[in-house]
């Protein structure tokens, strides 16, 4: 894509969600959402390949109807409140459409069919993009409206998105979809928290974007999008897989690393709004995603699969790809857990 | 001859038998009165057929076991029960429905992962019996008006499966097409629990491994993704398959990389590589425009990884064909 095309999109992409993050103004906060889908379509694009092109149909189709019935609930809520200004949403109907249109938007269950497969068509840098900027706008507005959002809703789609979430993945050899499924039920997390602490959801967002860039960019550099591809690193890059474990089991949720803090302050919330089951089967169901995180680990860093040469290292190349975010995105991924008593002031 | 004469007496319990037929010339007057005094017997349950299971090694079997010989009685006619078979369809899909859950449990396409990631060849199709014909179609263009012909069935020893036929290339008289002549086979779109489609993951093997025989005639082996996009079901990928005649069998060997994109019959200047996560169906087409019969048997299709082959993409895409490409 040319340099002045690319600066095109990708500052419109950033102005529609800058857009629906900063406005008042339903019919503004729409309009930055449309923005923000039509720029990111050639985005999905840029690899022009046939899958390419199906997957960013889905996503326009998928995007669109939720628009449109963003747009209806925005209308309905106009009728019944009289004004457009974003505050709490008397009627239930518009509340109910409008959490129905966003976490269609987010892929949060059971609008999360999109997800896998429009992740597994685009290329990996599409993909990143899309699991990690596009879900700031979604749960800016959730945010903004979550004292009126249906609760029981909500909590029905984070935990079966989480059960989705975990029981999708369990199987799946291609990368893209792994993440695909690990997005959905981080989505899952925050929407379950949305309701009691939003801040605690906005943390978990923070974390789950620089996990998610992280891993995104180990793949990239590696070229991987299979299992059996990032099986070969322990050949090709040696230092790349104990991060990949890092950064799988940060993923995963587990101490000490950054991924546990948003999930034990999660827990923690809910126990003390005198909630038992659902952290409960939240706890449980992170253990599937635990599973396949954890087998990506074994097969890349615990593992030594017979590679393609008889060479205890491939040749290495100087690399001409740009690894600037990289460094830091792991260190903020995989150490920041000794932080979380500063998260106290959340509460 | 004993031996004979000793199975036959013996080893076979029937119940329902008619008079012997055609398909059991070897039997003599002894079955036939085993048949009549078997028809006699009150308690046997009507509506069965007398061929199916063989009871060995009993000779004193009850009268409502089944006869090994494939006969069907033509007093009784089959019953066709509307209901049990819906009954039975819905049967079969929830327990395929469990099969996936608990093969979803275990790893992909049922089988633990390590497995999956250190396989290094993988037979897809193979022919051995009358239900590995029905994963194929095959059609010629009979369906537009043409005249050519195609049949499949079970080669010898039930080991290979034959494709046979007539090409012609007399163009349908129906006003509108220029040409004819093609004939094809094609797999079946794989379908899970409640027709649920299901795609092929070939993404850690690079070339497909064919074992042909065939009459010295070119075929196109043709690819198709799995797609939920309409348009895109005129799409595939193909690459010629020269089968030399002869004999002798031939192990031919397509690297993916090879595959050429094309739309609704037309090879596209704009090329993509063959994605091979979602593979739908397999063809062979025979469109040479030479009338006459034509044969290909096929052992078995699979695919490999071919470590000497590191070749991601046959093809490039022109600037000038496709300024599209590199904007």
């Known amino acids: 894509m040319k340099p002045a095309i690319l600066i095109t999109i990708t500052s419109t992409v950033v102005l529609g969600t800058m857009i629906v993050l900063f406005s008042s103004h339903w019919f503004m906060i729409w309009v930055g959402f449309e923005m923000n889908m039509l720029a990111i379509i050639p985005i999905l694009m840029k690899k022009y390949n046939p899958r390419a092109m199906e997957a960013s149909t889905k996503y326009f189709l998928t995007q669109a109807t939720a628009s449109m019935l963003l747009m209806l609930s925005i209308i309905i809520n106009l009728l019944c409140s009289g004004h457009w200004t974003v505050s709490t949403i008397p009627n239930p109907v518009a509340s109910t459409m409008i959490t129905i249109a966003l976490t269609m938007k987010l892929g949060l269950s059971p609008f999360h069919f999109w997800v896998p497969e429009v992740t597994q068509g685009i290329s990996l840098s599409s993909g990143m993009i899309l699991l990690t900027w596009q879900k700031i706008a979604p749960l800016s507005i959730l945010y903004q409206i979550s004292p009126s959002v249906n609760s029981n809703l909500l909590l029905m789609m984070a935990i079966t998105s989480m059960l989705v979430g975990g029981w999708g993945g369990l199987n799946q050899t291609q990368l893209r979809k792994i993440l695909a499924y690990s997005s959905i039920t981080h989505m899952g997390w925050m929407a379950a928290i949305m309701v009691y602490n939003p801040t605690l959801a906005i943390l978990n967002l923070t974390i789950y974007i620089m996990m998610t860039l992280g891993t995104f960019m180990l793949f990239m550099h590696s070229s991987s999008t299979t299992t059996l591809s990032l099986s070969y690193t322990w050949n090709k890059f040696p230092l790349m897989a104990p991060l990949i474990l890092m950064l799988m089991l940060s993923l995963g949720g587990l101490p000490p690393l950054s991924g546990f803090i948003p999930k034990w302050m999660i827990i923690q919330e809910l126990t003390k709004n005198d909630m038992i089951i659902m952290p409960t089967l939240m706890a449980i169901t992170a253990l599937l995603n635990l599973y396949f995180y954890t087998r990506l680990t074994y097969t890349t860093a615990l593992t030594m699969f017979p590679a393609t040469n008889n060479m205890k290292m491939k040749w290495q190349f100087e690399t001409t790809k740009k690894t600037t975010l990289l460094a830091p995105l792991i260190v903020t991924s995989t150490m920041l857990l000794p932080l979380t008593p500063m998260l106290a002031a959340l509460d | ?327």
Not at chain 2, 202 to 218: A, H, I, M
Not at chain 2, 233 to 250: A, I, L, V
């Open chain 2, 1 to 327: 001859m004993a031996l004979v004469h000793r199975l036959l007496n013996g080893a076979y319990i029937f119940r329902h038998c008619p008079k012997p037929s055609a398909s059991c010339p070897f039997l003599g007057t002894r079955f036939a009165y085993y048949c009549s005094s078997s028809l006699q017997k009150p308690e046997a349950a009507p509506g069965k057929t007398s061929c199916q299971r063989n009871s060995e090694g009993d000779l004193q079997g009850h009268h409502q076991r089944e006869v090994a010989l494939d006969i069907t009685s033509p007093e009784e006619k089959p019953e066709v029960s509307f209901d049990k078979a819906i009954k039975d369809e819905i049967k079969d899909h929830f327990r395929r429905l469990k099969d996936d859950i608990v093969n979803h449990w275990i790893g992909p396409e049922g089988r633990p992962l390590h497995e999956v990631l250190l396989e290094q060849a993988k037979v897809v199709w193979q022919f051995r019996g009358k239900e590995d014909l029905d994963k194929w179609v095959v059609t010629s263009d009979k369906t537009i008006g043409g005249r050519s012909e195609v049949f499949l069935k079970m080669g010898k020893n039930n080991q290979s499966a034959l494709l046979y036929g007539t090409l012609s290339s007399e163009a349908p008289k129906d006003g509108e097409s220029g040409c004819s002549g093609y004939c094809a086979m094609i797999s079946r779109i794989p379908r899970g629990p409640f027709e649920r489609k299901r795609a092929y993951d070939w993404s850690q093997f690079n070339t497909l491994y064919l074992r042909v025989r065939g009459d010295g005639r070119p075929w196109m082996v043709n690819i198709r993704e799995d797609t939920d996009i309409i348009q895109r079901k005129n799409q595939m990928y193909s690459y010629f398959m020269f089968t030399r005649g002869g004999p002798y069998w031939q192990e031919v060997k397509i690297p993916f990389s090879k595959f050429f994109f094309s739309n609704q019959g037309r090879i596209r200047d704009a090329q993509y590589q063959l994605l091979l996560d979602k593979i739908s169906s397999i063809g062979f087409t025979l469109a040479d425009k030479v009338d006459g019969p034509f044969f290909l048997e096929i052992d078995f299709i699979g695919v490999f990884t071919d470590p000497a082959h590191t070749e991601e993409f046959a093809y490039e895409n022109s600037p000038e064909l496709n300024p599209r490409l590199f904007k």
